[in-house]
């Protein structure tokens, strides 16, 4: 038996549409622009960063605000680790925090037996962190992806089994429907768009015959940062009707510099889930916001 995935239906007898506000606890300023889109807009998901400064006011509102379905961002690149550089001294520097390079930490983890061991330290502190709130697990995610690298992915699925959580985003290119609407930055999107398609079909490979559940599409990947009212009005309208995560980055529309500066985009994607015309979009279509409690699997002989 092998299993495939398809869309469950929601109430309203519609494909589920998960939308997914990223970095949740990396600061105040992200956790106001998740918790006003969720509230105001049309976030339905969200995805804890356990390590970073604002994690403890994250899960506060979360609490505050039980519609929202909250998972796990795994960081091991770009953020704090849980554990002390003491305990991770080949994967972290004198502050506790990993790399700022995807490409380093990928070749690192890859070839390092020692960073590798500490790899699987820190991933099980984070999912103990996790835990430790109370909160239930939606699902489970990693920071710019890397949660996609084929050793942390293997370590991964064997974490989720063990905490009981079977709900894994897998981005792939997304590249047809993505240039067609927008061709910005064109060379880039190709490589990760290509690196992606690999790294989606190896998970999807990795995933069979396993009790796992993830959305067929996922959108955002070549849209970083500007996932603004244009884009998702036209994405909408000509996504295939399978079920779907659109995935953003939020931020406070009164955001201060320093937060501006690292998401510059963030007010702009924070606009959009607020708009009136993405919600009629949505509703028009055939599909139905929706968390990752309404995907559905069925075993095919």
């Known amino acids: ?30 956790n106001e622009g ?27 509102l979360a609490f505050e605000n039980r519609g929202l379905a909250v998972g796990l961002h ?17 994967i972290t520097d004198q502050r506790g925090r990993f790399t700022d390079s995807s490409f380093k930490a990928g070749v690192q983890y890859y070839f390092s037996g020692a960073a590798r ?16 709130t109370g909160l239930p697990f939606s699902h489970v995610d990693g920071h710019t ?3 996609m690298h084929p050793v942390i992915f293997d370590e991964l699925i064997r974490l989720c089994e063990e905490y009981g959580v079977r709900r894994v985003r897998v981005v792939k290119g997304e590249m047809k429907l993505s240039l067609k609407l927008d061709r910005k930055n064109l060379g880039i999107k190709l490589v990760w768009g290509t690196v992606f398609n690999l790294l989606g079909r190896w998970c999807e490979k990795k995933l069979e015959r396993r009790e796992f559940l993830r959305a067929s599409r996922v959108y955002g990947l070549l849209q970083s940062g500007d ?14 009707h399978e079920s779907t995560e659109i995935y953003a980055h939020p931020l406070a529309l009164d955001a201060q510099s320093d937060s501006i500066r690292e998401n510059p985009g963030g007010p702009i ?8 015309r993405i919600r ?7 599909f139905s916001l929706a968390t990752y409690d309404n995907l559905s699997m069925k075993k095919k002989a």
């Open 227 to 240: 996932m603004n009212e244009n884009y998702l009005l036209r994405l909408i309208d000509q996504m295939d």
């Open 34 to 60: 998740i918790i006003r889109a969720h509230r105001e807009g049309i976030l339905t998901s969200t995805s804890l960063m356990v390590n970073e400064e604002a994690a403890q006011d994250a899960v506060r």
């Open 74 to 90: 795994l960081v091991l690149v770009l953020g704090r680790s849980g554990l002390p550089h003491s305990e991770l001294p080949t």
């Open 269 to 276: 994607e924070l606009q959009a889930m607020l708009s009136d």
């Open 117 to 132: 061991a500490e790899l699987r330290r820190e991933m099980r502190e984070q999912f103990d962190r996790f835990a430790s």
């Open 280 to 286: 009629l979009a949505i509703d028009n279509s055939g």
């Open 1 to 30: 038996m092998t299993n495939t995935f398809e869309s469950a239906r929601t109430p309203d007898n519609k494909v589920p549409l998960i939308v997914n506000g990223d970095d949740f606890g990396y600061s105040k300023a992200v």
């Open 145 to 147: 992806h890397l949660h």
